[in-house]
Structures are given as C-alpha cells and as structure tokens.
C-alpha cells in the first residue's frame, strides 16, 4: 500500500496551491480519505476528509472556504486533490494524506495508512 503526496512547494500568502495523493496497492473504494497537517513540535491537525462516497465532506473552521478536497476512485489508484486558495502564513506545515476504512474522522489515530508529507510553506 502507498500513499504519495506531490504538489506542495513554496507560495506567497494569498497564493494557491494544489495537493495531490496517489493511493495505491488496494481497494480503496470503500476508504473514507483525508488531509492533516503538523508542524514540528505540535500534534497532527486535521485539514479536511472525503467520505468513500466522494460526497461527503468535512473542513476545520480554519480552512473552511478556503480549501476544496475531492477525489477521483481509478480502477487502481484513488487520487486524492486539496485545492488550497487564499493562503495564509498560518497554512505552513506539513501536509499528510490519509485513508480509513468507511467514516471519516478528524481524529489522526484512526486512519490506517498514510503518506509521507509534502511540505507547503507560504511566506507572509
């Protein structure tokens, strides 16, 4: 199983930026999916999760309006998108995909894979 983050890099507040996960390795038609984000020295923060059903969706307060997650299910791969607008200096961190079975949470214990992070830096 892989999860494989791309797209984060470097952009002035305001800016954009667009987050991709490539899940592989099993079916993940029934995985709920999501995005956190942790800078060092703090715990895990949940960004935003797509339900299996790619409908269903939850943001925190602090990305709410600003950030977009959706998903593409492909017979082998599920892509997972974070479409990031107005960015703040505050969105600096790292940014983690990740997958559990059926519901998603905002609680990082409960998914059962990850990626491993791509870093978003906005400078102010």
């Known amino acids: 199983v892989q999860l494989v983050e791309s797209g984060g890099g470097l952009v002035q507040a305001g800016g954009s930026l667009r987050l991709s996960c490539a899940a592989s390795?099993?079916?993940?038609?029934?995985?709920?999916m999501a995005w956190f984000r942790q800078v060092p020295g703090t715990e895990r923060e949940f960004v935003a999760a797509?339900?299996?059903?790619?409908?269903?969706?939850?943001?925190a307060d602090s990305v709410k309006g600003r950030f977009t997650i959706s998903r593409d299910d492909a017979e082998k791969t599920v892509y997972l998108y974070l479409n990031m607008n107005s960015l703040k200096a505050e969105d600096t961190a790292v940014y983690y995909c990740?997958?559990?079975?059926?519901?998603?949470?905002?609680?990082?214990?409960?998914?059962?894979?990850w990626g491993q992070g791509t870093q978003v830096t906005v400078s102010s």
């Open positions: 797509i339900g299996w059903d790619s409908i269903t969706t939850d943001y």
């Open positions: 390795g099993r079916t993940f038609g029934g995985y709920a």
């Open positions: 990740a997958a559990k079975q059926t519901y998603a949470l905002r609680t990082p214990g409960m998914y059962d894979y």
